[in-house]
């Protein structure tokens, strides 16, 4: 892969052809095939006899790019993949110091109406206010909206997606908006209260360092909190109980 490809966030509504992929990450479609079988790649969505591919397979074969320029070879970044999906965070598996975790979910390209009705059409465009009401997506020019989180728009498309009605998700996202307002108050009121002859360089090196702490421990806590809500007190066994709920909800 071209390790000069662009690092620049993707439009969450991205929709590619395995060629037209192969082209933006500049790797022969045989590559993307073979990345496939050997499960470092999702497979992508079918749309009739044509397979779809998303942003995050972009990002995916940006991450394996990297990793590859690192010295990894293709059975361990599958190893290493296979561990983050199973909840470990990326920097643990990799072995990266504090000092490298830092990452925040930056906003994706705007996208149109048009884009997000492909992407949710159950909520685009009738119920549009309520998804700018939850923050999910934001206002940013005329028939534009930013994402300020690609990863939350990819939950509600996957809520819907595997059968949750609008108004459950809709729900579901007001709280998460809620508890990010409520955690960004108390943040900058802390950042704000600065602590008495301490040098200013190293409160901006403290807080441009822990905004991205933040949003890695917030998500890892929220992981953690919900397991323990749902009985799941090992990674490895978190299909099996959610199973075991899902059924006994059922019955």
Request: charged share 25%.
């Amino acid at each position: 892969m071209r390790s000069d490809a662009t690092d620049a966030t993707p439009d969450p509504t991205l929709e590619l052809t395995v060629d037209e992929l192969a082209r933006q990450v500049g790797l022969p479609v045989r590559t993307i095939r073979e990345y496939q079988t050997v499960a470092l790649l999702p497979p992508p969505r079918r749309q009739g006899r044509v397979g779809i591919y998303g942003a995050s397979h972009l990002l995916r074969l940006r991450l394996i790019a990297r990793l590859q320029e690192r010295g990894y070879s293709l059975a361990g970044i599958r190893d290493l993949l296979s561990a983050w999906r199973d909840g470990a965070e990326l920097g643990e598996v990799l072995g990266l110091g504090p000092d490298q975790l830092v990452h925040i979910d930056e906003p994706g390209v705007p996208a149109t109406t048009g884009q997000l009705a492909r992407l949710l059409p159950d909520l685009v465009p009738d119920r549009i206010d309520d998804m700018l009401a939850t923050g999910v997506i934001e206002a940013c020019g005329p028939d534009r909206y930013c994402v300020p989180s690609p990863s939350l728009l990819q939950l509600t498309t996957d809520a819907l997606a595997s059968g949750y009605g609008p108004d459950r998700i809709l729900d579901l996202l007001s709280v998460i908006s809620r508890a990010a307002d409520a955690i960004a108050d108390a943040a900058s009121a802390a950042i704000a209260d600065r602590p008495a002859g301490v040098d200013t360089t190293g409160l901006v090196a403290f807080a441009t360092r822990g905004r991205g702490l933040l949003a890695h421990g917030t998500g890892r806590l929220t992981i953690y909190r919900l397991g323990r809500r749902l009985g799941i007190t090992d990674e490895a066994t978190a299909p099996e109980r959610l199973r075991q709920v899902l059924e006994d909800e059922e019955s």
